[in-house]
Structures are given as structure tokens and as C-alpha cells.
T-cell receptor, first 111, second 115 residues
């Protein structure tokens, strides 16, 4: 079973920041938080990952709470191309462990 | 960055025939690859773990004799859907991890339609 819970869907106005929450209350000390997204009829795309510090890359920012039981993915300026299903996953880094996907959050960007 | 190529991107086959889907890591070697299946409006469901040079590990409920997996080299894994039926129609996706990368790279998927 997936170890994360996410809201099933969210709306965000184009140009605004999209904040996608994820709950992972049973996360282990050596597990990282990973985010992927899947645009319709494509394979999932890696977005970002982190352990306990906040992370930022060219796609998004990841904010992890101090107790690491939840996190938020932030798309700073959402565009219509960001419409996708976003998956939050916890796993140990650098191991060939299988990834179990939860149901994710379907993000709709509104024009 | 790491690229995983999946072929074909779509295929239509007749009921009772077999279909082979290829998953290649283009610029890295992968000892382990994963195969997923996804039905419309549902999440990805892991089918099996493909291990180079050894037998695949199947998830509970996945028929290993129906979904044959071969991982003969460090850059190629194949999934063969044998005696396909309409209920096997789905979106099949593979993934692999480059040792130098921390995340998994996914193929673009294969849409199988069995008629």
C-alpha cells in the first residue's frame, strides 16, 4: 500500500502558485519524499525530492515539515501545461525498491 | 539525463494473440526495471520487478504465465502479454533507475487495445 495520502483533486488559477499537500505520517528516518507527475497518456515525470530540508529546482519547490509527517509541493506560477496528476511517494534513496503509487492529486489549472 | 524508451507507443491486437512491449534504458544500465499497468482514471499498479539475468518478481494477483518478462541485458526488458483478451487492454509503463540518479525514469507508456 502507498504510504502517502493526497487530496484527490485541486484547482488552481493560471499564473498563481499551486500548493499540493501530502501526508506521510509513517515515514521512516531514511525515507525521502519524492514527487512525480503524470500528464495524460504519458509516463510519470520526476519533479523533485527531499529528505528534511526544503528543496527547490527549476520545476518546483518542496516544503517538508519539521516532523517530516507532511510536505507541500509548490508550483510557483502554474500554467495550463501543469495540468496533470501529481504523486507523492516516500522511499529510500539509491535503492532499487519498487515504487508503489497512491491515487495522487489531479490538478486542474484554470485559464 | 536518463532516458527510458518504450516501444511500441500503441498497439492493437486480436484476442488470443501475443504482444511484446520493449523497455530500453538508452544511456544507462539498469539491473532492475519495473512494469506497471494503468487503467483509465486509475493510478499506476505495479505488476512486476524485472531483474537482469534472473526471474522476474510478480506482485500478488499478477499471472506470471500470462505476463512474461525477460530482462536479458542491462538495457532491455520486455513484457509479453500472452493470449491477450479485451480485459488486458490498458496502458503499460516501465521504469528504471540510473545508478547515478536518485529517482526513477519512466518510459512514455504503451497503450494496448485488444479487439
Amino acid at each position: 500500500d502507498a504510504k502517502t495520502t493526497q487530496p484527490p483533486s485541486m484547482d488552481c488559477a493560471e499564473g498563481r502558485a499551486a500548493n499540493l499537500p501530502c501526508n506521510h505520517s509513517t515515514i521512516s528516518g531514511n525515507e525521502y519524499v519524492y514527487w512525480y507527475r503524470q500528464i495524460h497518456s504519458q509516463g510519470p515525470q520526476y519533479i523533485i525530492h527531499g529528505l528534511k530540508n526544503n528543496e527547490t529546482n527549476e520545476m518546483a519547490s518542496l516544503i517538508i515539515t519539521e516532523d517530516r509527517k507532511s510536505s507541500t509541493l509548490i508550483l510557483p506560477h502554474a500554467t495550463l501545461r501543469d495540468t496533470a496528476v501529481y504523486y507523492c511517494i516516500v522511499r529510500v534513496m539509491n535503492r532499487d525498491d519498487k515504487i508503489i503509487f497512491g491515487k495522487g492529486t489531479r490538478l486542474h489549472i484554470l485559464p | 539525463g536518463a532516458v527510458v524508451s518504450q516501444h511500441p507507443s500503441w498497439v492493437i491486437c486480436k484476442s488470443g494473440t501475443s504482444v511484446k512491449i520493449e523497455c530500453r534504458s538508452l544511456d544507462f544500465q539498469a539491473t532492475t526495471m519495473f512494469w506497471y499497468r494503468q487503467f483509465p482514471k486509475q493510478s499506476l499498479m505495479l505488476m512486476a520487478t524485472s531483474n537482469e539475468g534472473s526471474k522476474a518478481t510478480y506482485e500478488q494477483g499478477v499471472e506470471k504465465d500470462k505476463f512474461l518478462i525477460n530482462h536479458a541485458s542491462l538495457t532491455l526488458s520486455t513484457l509479453t502479454v500472452t493470449s491477450a483478451h479485451p480485459e488486458d487492454s490498458s496502458f503499460y509503463i516501465c521504469s528504471a533507475r540510473d545508478i547515478g540518479m536518485s529517482g526513477y525514469t519512466f518510459g512514455s507508456g504503451t497503450r494496448l487495445t485488444v479487439v
